[in-house]
Nanobody
Framework: QVQLVESGGGLVQAGDSLRLSCAAS????????MGWFRQAPGKDREVVSVINWSGGSKVYNEYFVKGRFTISRDNAKNMVYLQMNSLKPEDTAVYYC???????????WGQGTQVTVSS
């Protein structure tokens, strides 16, 4: 069983940056693909970015990421990160960390961290 805890969310202004972190425990972290998802009020959860076990493969939801976000992982620390730059009000959502198989890691979920971007 894998436990995931997100941190780093908050209230920022449009154009600012945030770095989300996800700490994993209870499993073999390096064997899982990791992903960031988000859910805005009244909307379905959507994928933001996914990284494979080694960090060598990454995918982004280019519908809205458009080069602004970077996913990374540190297998020695059991951590995955999402660097978000040039934030927009439409990025406001609860951001979730997830672990599982490539390319759709949805077996284990964190509790989420709120990101609010004001205009």
């Amino acid at each position: 069983q894998v436990q995931l805890v997100e941190s780093g969310g908050g209230l920022v202004q449009a154009g600012d940056s945030l770095r989300l972190s996800c700490a994993a425990s209870g499993g073999t972290f390096s064997s899982y693909a990791m992903g960031w998802f988000r859910q805005a009020p009244g909307k379905d959860r959507e994928v933001v970015s996914v990284i494979n076990w080694s960090g060598g493969s990454k995918v982004y939801n280019e519908y809205f990421v458009k080069g602004r976000f970077t996913i990374s992982r540190d297998n020695a620390k059991n951590m995955v990160y999402l660097q978000m730059n040039s934030l927009k009000p439409e990025d406001t959502a609860v951001y979730y960390c997830a672990a599982g198989g490539w390319p759709t890691p949805n077996d284990y979920w964190g509790q989420g961290t709120q990101v609010t971007v004001s205009s």
